[in-house]
Nanobody
């Protein structure tokens, strides 16, 4: 029902910033919980951040707290991930995920999400 499309990835120096965007088609975007996951070569896909559909509550992995901010614009049907103070260990393919009808728990669980984007590469040089 929704097709997330990520953009905004690229190469950045350590300490720099990037803003990822996830455009999600669908007339009921505001009813979706949205999440960001990432996967580095040779590692499992890990949770990064999520945002609830209505209340706007956000959730973050410990590794990115204080540096990353997830937000959404329901008019543009877009979710963002503002990444500041980037570190080389942030290098990964970043995926956007959507859960129809929202979530109240399990925001960090891959199988809870219905639709996934193809990912966008983020590379942080030291």
């Amino acid at each position: 029902q929704v097709q997330p499309v990520e953009s905004g990835g690229g190469l950045v120096q350590a300490g720099g910033s990037l803003r990822l965007s996830c455009a999600a088609s669908g007339r009921t975007f505001s009813s979706y919980a949205m999440g960001w996951f990432r996967q580095a070569p040779g590692k499992e896909r890990e949770f990064v951040a999520a945002i609830r559909r209505s209340a706007g509550a956000t959730y973050y992995a410990d590794s990115v707290k204080g540096r990353f901010t997830i937000s959404r614009d329901n008019v543009k049907n877009t979710v963002y991930l503002q990444m500041n103070s980037l570190k080389p260990e942030d290098t990964a393919v970043y995926y956007c995920a959507a859960k129809m009808r929202g979530l109240t728990s399990g925001f960090d669980v891959r199988s809870n999400y219905d639709d996934w984007g193809q990912g966008t590469q983020v590379t942080v040089s030291s």
